[in-house]
């Protein structure tokens, strides 16, 4: 136990951590106490949670696993903690991490301060140009898998106080709770907790990109939590360096996926050779030969370039079809973009960035969706498809402002 009492963990750092975790948002974790049952005896909660992490005395409860469905038919299981325990894991990842960051690679871009996806996405493509090959990793089960004896002995380098390796390590073991019962945990993080993303860059740091560093210096990567991608010179690089790096993450008790990690080519007007994979799918976005056009002689060329992918785009409109927006003739169009425009607005300025023609193809799906909802709506329109899409295109032009995929095209 800490001896001292509000010496290393003050009020205001909790308090802190607090806000940093209701803007996050999240549901209810084992407890079953969201947000507005928390902030209903909020001065106590955060006053008990202090008192306990100050003395050394704060004992996570387990986490409540939930399984996402995943586009390849499978299931992701996320860990969501108690809202007093996302908290306390704030309070400490606040501490831990400006320490961390000062040695994670440049190249890591996964959950970072001042780090984004599409900062990886736009090197990942400068360096397609530049190299032909690309090794796509895929780390079978990482969060499930990282081995808990090499976590701390990494995190032993840099942890300075008590406190943050005594919690630390409670919360690698913290059991998770399933619909079946209790389940006890000897490895692995729970995706989903919010130190989680921390411990994660922390173990890939020297698992890999450090690693990569010191005995693949001229080859640069991109590695987005456990999403990883490698640029060669050659297919014999690139074979060289998945055998290695296979070698090695089984010396860090990982495995890397051996359907999903493959050899690319970066087939363009340029490369014209003829290889089994010609695209790899990364954060969302595939890349692979596409025709583009000369922004400089108007002149049109196949590059290699990223644009929405399958599976993203799949899910998208997955998420449309359960909105039923063609059904809601009860509803005004302001209303149904109330209901709906923030969701959008996150795809359009996510997918929108690289290749915005293809997410435009996408959204008239849900234009599609509208006009059905218009015929159903005014009697004018009904059984008359082609003037649906022409009243809509009219609104859209006259009111870009109701759906933000009509901001981007129309202002």
Known sequence: MIETKSQDITKRQVWEAYKKVKANKGSAGVDGIDFEKFEANLKNNLYKLWNRLSSGSYMPPAVLRVEIPKSDGGVR?????????????????????????????????????????HQALKATRKRCWQYPFVLDLDIKGFFDNIDHELMIKALELHIDTKWEMLYIKRWLVAPVQTKDGIIQRDRGTPQGGVISPLLANLFLHYAMDSWMSKNYPT??????????????????????????????MEECKLELHPDKTKIVYCKDDKRRGEYENTNFDFLGFTFQPRLAKNSKTGKFFVGFNPAISTKSAKRIRLVMRRWKVQLRSDLSLEDLSDAFSRVIRGWVNYYSVFARYKFFDLMRYFDRRLERWAKRKFKSLKRRQGLANKWLTRIARKEPNLFPHWQLKYQ
Request: proline share 6%; charged share 30%.
């Open 77 to 117: 299981a996320l860990g969501i903690p108690t809202i007093a325990d996302r908290v306390a894991q704030m309070v400490v990842k606040d501490y831990l991490e400006p320490k961390l960051e000062k040695i994670f690679h440049n190249d890591s871009y996964g959950y970072r301060p001042k780090k984004s996806a």
């Open 219 to 248: 080859i640069p990567f991109e590695r987005y939590a456990d999403d990883a991608v490698c640029h060669c010179k050659s297919q014999s690089e690139a074979e060289e360096l998945q055998v290695e790096l296979s070698k090695r």
